[in-house]
């Protein structure tokens, strides 16, 4: 599973509020393009999961901090982490910038579960793998391996 991909958005008008400023939901949106294209970008796709796999990924819980509106035709920036990916849990952190600045930082968790709603473990190929993180000396850091 990929760890990280950033895609770039261009603010459209129908996104924007009555002040010309995109509405606060419409950053949710942008998250799960945002996921959908890390995904692809790793070779796979939401239609294999649900078509093949018979599992859907649900919005469990979601956390975003606005510092800074966009507008109208901006360009936007956003890169989407995987933070964690094991169990029947997803985690994705994400950070939207126009040029340098951030505009808003969010957080997702995704349940997998079946078509009846039952909770069920992430395919192995959605499992994130990660190396462990070692010291200077080669040393294991404690935590860091899964």
Request: glycine share 6%; aromatic share 8%; hydrophobic share 35%.
């Amino acid at each position: 599973m990929l760890s990280q991909h950033e895609i770039t958005i261009r603010v459209r008008y129908q996104e924007t509020d009555a002040q010309g400023r995109v509405h606060h939901a419409n950053y949710l949106t942008y998250f799960e393009l945002g996921r959908v294209e890390l995904l692809r970008a790793a070779g796979y796709s939401y239609r294999r999961l649900e078509q093949e796999e018979q599992l859907l990924l649900v919005v469990a819980e979601a956390t975003l901090q606005y510092f800074q509106p966009a507008s109208y035709d901006d360009l936007l920036r956003l890169i989407t982490r995987t933070h964690s990916a094991k169990g029947a849990r997803l985690v994705h952190h994400y950070e939207l910038f126009r040029d340098q600045q951030v505009l808003v930082t969010g957080q997702t968790v995704l349940a997998c579960v079946d078509r009846q709603g039952r909770v069920r473990r992430l395919p192995d190929w959605l499992q994130l793998r990660r190396e462990p993180e070692t010291t200077p000396g080669g040393e294991v850091e404690d935590g860091a391996a899964d």
